[in-house]
């Protein structure tokens, strides 16, 4: 079978994506360059970029015209000189950014996010490849590949006919899913995993998964490579998935419009994939992204609505690219108080500083019904201890300016959407 899937990808791949390996050649060339040819690589596709973009799409052009700007850039701090875009603009003005250029293949990509705002556009075949090409450069870090038997955690309770076509297309490409969440199903599918060498799907529901796997006392071996995406992943999903899988939750950071941005290395550094991304943060924290690929649809300093910090050490395992220390999460709505605004990713400050300080792992959920006041939702049976230490960083935080109350939670339930950590349901 392994022989077959490998014939099966490639052979997509070449009808599909006829740049594939070529695109991952190269990167794996780059793979260990230093710092200084990385930034080099980045200037040169960001000119191509700016000038195709100039040339192309009329909404860049009169984007670039409205602020005296040269798209024959000399550092690539030039681009600062440009206005930043949201995902509404490249909603609202979807047809001005597509680029008026002729490509030999195009490809249609749909996301709605966590935003739940719709979003469709077309990839040039070369960006789609190279966002592949660069997965599968990360894939070897942990020896495995895409074409590999894998399991795959999106989706469930699908109507009987989508389920057959969803199963085909899973066997095509080796994979196992699960969609019945009852213990016969998880302990069938815990038994095919045993042939798998990687996991991947939304960190919450990997992370429900593992906690039944390890409460039915079911074995899974030979897995590589555990990847979580589309969400954050918190400390206390770490015990239960390493106790499952045998290792880790690593994390793949990106977006459909993004492409990938950052991949976590063994070492347990999320490297920017500097060949294909340029990555900026405000003064706030959020991230700004450029899509050195994208030339059918060019995303040129995008806000992608997350908060994180960069790091600065470099790597043990020998990569120059620039390193992501921290992702906070969604930029969201704000933790109303009874007199101040404050950033939704206050409450990952809260639950990180007591994983680091008194090494006690919640997972959480805060939801707020009203100004001033927040529900904490916690994971585990009433602990006296926890909330003690939740109320000191609650207090350090917000004061009196923001009351809390806990509900314990038996278990959240797997979601097929991606997991908030703080929703707002204040109009």
């Known amino acids: 079978m392994a022989l077959l899937s490998k014939f099966i990808y490639l052979f997509g791949a070449k009808l599909r994506n006829p740049s594939l390996m070529g695109i991952y050649s190269a990167l794996k060339k780059t793979e260990f360059a230093n710092y200084d040819e990385l930034e080099k690589i980045q200037l040169d596709k960001l000119k191509t970029l700016l000038k195709s973009a100039y040339q192309y799409s009329p909404f860049y052009r009169d984007l670039f015209d409205a602020h005296n700007f040269d798209p024959e850039i000399e ?42 705002e719709a979003l469709a556009f077309y990839r040039n075949e070369e960006w789609d490849s190279t966002n592949r090409a660069s997965v599968m450069r990360c894939y070897d870090w942990y020896n495995v590949k895409p074409w590999d038997k894998n399991g795959y955690f999106w989706g469930y309770n699908i109507e009987q006919g989508e389920a057959k076509k969803v199963k085909l ?38 992370y429900q998964i593992a906690k039944k796997v390890n409460a039915l006392n079911l074995k899974v071996s030979g897995i590589k490579m555990v990847k979580g995406t589309s969400e954050m992943i918190l400390d206390a999903y770490q015990p239960e998935v390493k106790k499952a899988f045998g290792c880790k939750m690593i994390s793949e950071y990106g977006a459909a419009e993004s492409g990938l941005i950052a991949f976590e290395c063994p070492e ?9 991304v340029y990555v900026e ?67 990952y400050y809260v639950f990180k500083n007591i994983a680091l300080k008194d090494e006690i792992l919640i997972n959480y959920k805060a939801e707020q019904f009203e100004c001033g006041t927040v529900i904490l939702k916690i994971e585990g049976q009433p602990t006296p201890l926890w909330e003690q230490l939740i109320n000191r960083e ?23 959407k991606k997991q908030q950590y703080f929703e707002s349901f204040i109009k």
């Open 268 to 276: 347990g550094s999320m490297h920017i994939n500097m060949e294909n």
């Open 169 to 206: 297309l899973d066997w095509l490409q080796n994979r196992i899913r699960i969609f019945r969440y009852d213990d016969e199903s998880i302990t069938a599918f815990a038994k095919d995993l045993n042939s798998a060498k990687f996991l991947s799907g939304y960190s919450s529901m990997i």
């Open 75 to 116: 550092t690539l701090s030039d681009i600062k000189a440009l206005p930043t875009i949201t995902k509404r603009d490249l909603i609202e003005q979807n047809a001005q950014i597509h680029s008026q250029q002729q490509f030999k293949k195009t490809l249609l990509a749909e996301t709605s996010g966590t935003s739940g």
């Open 394 to 416: 609650m207090n350090k935080y917000f004061g009196d300016d923001l009351r809390f109350s806990v509900e314990y939670i038996d278990k959240f339930e797997t979601q097929t």
């Open 281 to 347: 943060i405000d003064d706030n924290k959020e991230i700004i992204v450029t899509n050195l690929a994208s030339h059918s649809f060019p995303i040129i300093r995008y806000r992608l609505g997350d908060y994180i910090s960069l790091g600065e050490a470099k790597c043990a395992c020998g990569r120059a690219h620039k390193v992501i220390k921290e992702i906070y999460g969604r930029k969201g709505s704000s933790i109303l108080g009874t007199q101040k605004e404050y950033p939704a990713l206050t409450f």
